[in-house]
């Protein structure tokens, strides 16, 4: 038994082809994830899941396992990332490998760091959790949010409760940051999935940039070279 790191990486994007292999700072951005992962010392193996020979031969230079690449039907852009993990999972139980906890890590958080890994873990033995997912403060509240009419009339566009409310008095808010999403073995076969037992681990809004665009690696690429990520 033990844990395992599962790297998600198909090839291709619609919005920013081969994202995932892209370089920022000098380094394939899938790397990031791989050494972050190794560097925990909390996984047994750091498995990276892909359609692609290309992105396994980098995956593996990088010091993860790349050992088989996905089916069919996990390489559409239709596939969830769940149903992703859960083939890698199958795959090595087939071959005797067992594993008591799972991480899901998408290589798009670069600025994920060792201690957030480590952390997660933490969290989880602390609250006898069976998920952690990360999650950070909303950058505007949802409460100063509405849809618009068609008309584009704004007359009950704000919230009657918090149209004079001061930012820093408003609730806070958080979103899930796709950086860390991890789990029991047993949650897996569950038909919804965190939903029971499952707690928040915090993270700061300037560590969970998710890159989608071009403009999302600038940001990345300031945040590194200014040492923003030393965690």
Known sequence: ??????????????????????????????????????????????????????????????????????????????AGSWDVVREVVYKLEEKGEFYDDIMLLQPTSPLRTVSDIRDSFALMEEKGANAVVSVCEMEHSPLWSNTLEEDLCMDDFRRENYCDIRRQDLPKYYRLNGAIYLVNRKELEQSKMLRHKCYAYIMPTERSIDIDTAFDFKIAECYMQEGKNNG
């Not at 380094?27 to 899941?49: H, M, N, Q, T, W």
Request: net charge negative; charged share 30%.
């Open 1 to 78: 038994m033990g844990s395992i790191a599962i790297i998600t990486a198909r090839s291709g994007s619609k919005g920013l082809p081969d994202k995932n292999i892209r370089e920022l700072c000098g380094k394939p951005l899938l790397a990031y994830s791989i050494e972050c992962a190794i560097s925990s010392g909390r996984f047994d193996k750091v498995f990276v899941s892909t359609d692609s020979e290309k992105y396994a031969e980098i995956a593996e230079r990088f010091g993860a396992d790349a050992s088989f690449l996905r089916s069919e039907e996990t390489s559409s852009d239709t």
